[in-house]
């Protein structure tokens, strides 16, 4: 029977308990107050804007814009379809007799409210069209697709076209392209239309709007922008119907209050929509095989000056956004995805993730609800290869994706609970790949270890980090075993089976499982790590050790919940991932066993000698004859 504990080791044991129970405590209450600080109500706007979005007019002043060369508009009328054709042929005649074969100068010589109307063709300009301060003007190319009316900078101007405070503009059916910064770019402006509008082959953005509100954007194309082919920043308004391909990001919402990005088909870009800001609805789009990887021509002569690029071969980025995400929510507040198909997404369909801390700039009250994980538009399945990443940071954020076939974690908060889980601290892991790997400026190069940044097999951050953690992992559990060895009560035979085995097959599936991106394996890993140690603590205290059995089975105790929180029920009493509590403790826990194991053995004082009185007996007693 082992001998009991002295008593200096009970009153260790009930300190180490003691502030153990106090640390939960704290937990649970900073739990609570973390959901109120971090998920403040959204703020309430009362201003009314002075224009809502214009529609097309038919009527009014108008004012002519034709190509010089007749070849030249022979040529970009021939596509048009006949009726519209001889119409045009009509306006050319007008337009030679008193036109403009020059955009600005249509604008500087067109009335108020006035209607631009531009002939198909093809327009070069060396300095950027500007529309400063006028309200109520229309331009309208008149060809069946904004391609037959394509305006192009060569790469002589930072922007094509830019409209600033044009309120009331209804701009449609014309392409803007070969910028060196922006092709199109709206700023100041309340009350604007763009419908059918393109951009192609910009050093930056294709069509981007800034600081503006009630805007519609419509029905439009962006393709070929080395950073994103739709940008909104700080808007107030509404995207639908328009198309974004080839793009570093396809269509971007940075900024502002009460976005709808809606039926859009956003594809073929390394992130497909990203978006932040305060309420923000991502609805009924399309988002399909964003995986282009174009950083390995970064710093090659494919990235050289924009003129003598190769853009059918791909772009340059200009920042690092994740490859393989279809919608990506960054900081966002109030940000509602539901009804998006998603499908063929090489990394993740959606992933979000917001700012770490008590005072965190985003990541709050967002939902995820309704989407079609992994079916095309035309029926067949094509899989994600995970349909939801979420970092775990902020509060009031919850998932009903009964669709979902793979996310991570395994456990998201739904919908439906009561009790919603915030958090300050996202997963150890997670963290350190965002910090790694989050979005940046490639002028101070890609991030290694990323792989959604290019990073392949071994060289993967989550990788190389579980390689490390499970050699770790078994080394010091090893060394607990030879500490419990030393003890003058040391463990029977048989007594480490079943620790072992759980500990051990922890380590390997948690390689196997960071390998293979299962969320699922990954729980399971660590609740056996959790399990394996449990019962290593129990059998350390018996073995006169119960400090640092009851360090070892809480630990144990600590990643077991971990495990629960990944793959079963996200805890929602916890302010951090679980895995911070096991990871800061680890430490200490390391020092104690590597000390227990090699340091000098713990020796039994000797004790003081006992002097024995000698008894004397008489020489014979009466029995002695």
Not at 251 to 264: I, K, M, Q, R
Not at 343 to 358: E, V
Not at 461 to 482: D, K, N, P, Y
């Amino acid at each position: 029977m082992p001998p009991a504990p002295r008593s200096e080791n009970r009153l260790a044991a009930a300190v180490f308990l003691a502030v153990a129970l106090l640390g939960l405590g704290a937990a649970a209450f900073l739990a609570g107050i973390t959901a109120e600080s971090r998920a403040p109500d959204p703020p309430t706007d009362d201003t009314t804007t002075a224009f809502a979005p214009p529609a097309h007019r038919d009527t009014g002043p108008a004012v002519l814009v034709c190509p010089a060369d007749p070849e030249t508009f022979a040529a970009a009328n021939e596509g048009v379809n006949y009726n519209d054709r001889i119409m045009n042929e009509q306006h050319y005649e007008d337009c030679l007799a008193g036109g403009h074969h020059d955009l600005a100068a249509a604008i500087a010589a067109a009335a108020p409210d006035a209607r631009i109307l531009v002939l198909p063709g093809t327009y070069e300009t060396d300095e950027t069209i500007t529309v400063d301060g006028r309200t109520g003007l229309q331009i309208e190319g008149l060809g069946d697709t904004p391609d037959d009316v394509h305006f192009t900078a060569g790469f002589h101007a930072d922007t094509v076209f830019e409209a600033r405070a044009a309120d009331g503009l209804h701009l449609s059916g014309i392409a803007f392209g070969q910028a060196r910064d922006t092709a199109l770019l709206l700023t100041g402006t309340t009350g604007a239309t763009l419908d059918r509008v393109a951009a192609t082959q910009t050093g930056a953005y294709g069509l981007r709007i800034t600081d503006s509100t009630s805007i519609a954007l419509t029905g439009c194309r962006a393709e070929a922008a080395d950073l994103a082919g739709i940008a909104l920043d700080t808007v107030d308004g509404a995207v639908t119907g328009c198309e974004a391909t080839g793009n570093l990001v396809g269509l971007l919402a940075t900024g502002g209050d009460t976005l709808d990005l809606a039926e859009n088909r956003l594809h073929a870009n390394t992130t497909g929509l990203a978006a932040t800001g305060h309420d923000v609805d991502v609805t009924a789009n399309l988002v399909h095989g964003n995986n282009t990887d174009h950083y390995d021509r970064l710093d090659t002569p494919a990235c050289g000056p924009l003129a003598d690029r190769d853009w059918t071969a791909g772009i340059c980025p200009a920042r690092t956004y994740p490859s393989g995400i279809g919608i990506l929510i960054t900081d966002g507040v109030g940000v509602d995805v539901t009804q998006n198909r998603l499908w063929n997404q090489q990394y993740a369909a959606i992933a979000t993730w917001g700012t770490p801390g008590l005072e965190g700039d985003g990541g709050d009250r967002n939902r995820f609800t309704a989407n079609t994980f992994g079916v095309r538009d035309d029926g067949q399945r094509q899989r994600n290869r995970l349909d939801l990443w979420w970092d775990g940071v902020g509060a009031g954020n919850c998932f009903s994706e009964p669709d979902a076939f793979r996310t991570a974690p395994t456990a998201l908060p739904a919908c439906d609970i009561v009790s919603e889980p915030s958090r300050l601290l996202a997963d150890p892991l997670r963290t350190a790949k965002l910090w790694q790997c989050g979005i940046g400026d490639t002028a101070a190069g890609v991030p290694a270890g990323c792989d959604w940044l290019g990073a392949r097999f071994t060289d993967r951050l989550e990788f190389q980090a579980a390689v490390a953690f499970a050699a770790g992992l078994l080394f010091l559990t090893g060394a607990g075993w030879l500490a419990a060895a030393r003890t003058d009560d040391p463990p029977r035979a048989g007594r480490m089976t079943f620790s072992a085995l759980a500990t051990g097959a922890g380590g390997l599936l948690l390689v196997l499982a960071v390998w293979s991106g299962r969320a699922d394996y990954e729980a399971l890993a660590i609740g056996l790590w959790g399990f394996g140690w449990i019962l290593a603590g129990r059998s350390w205290r018996q073995c006169g050790m119960p400090v640092f059995g009851l360090f070892t089975g809480f630990i144990g105790a600590t990643a077991v919940l971990d495990a629960i929180d990944r793959a079963v029920w996200t805890v929602p009493f916890v302010p951090v991932s679980p895995a911070w509590c096991w990871l800061a403790l680890l430490p200490l826990w390391t020092l104690v066993a590597l000390g227990l194991a090699f340091g000098p053995r713990r020796r039994e004082p000797e004790r003081p000698p006992v002097e024995r009185t000698p008894v004397t007996a008489p020489s014979h007693d009466r029995f002695d004859w």
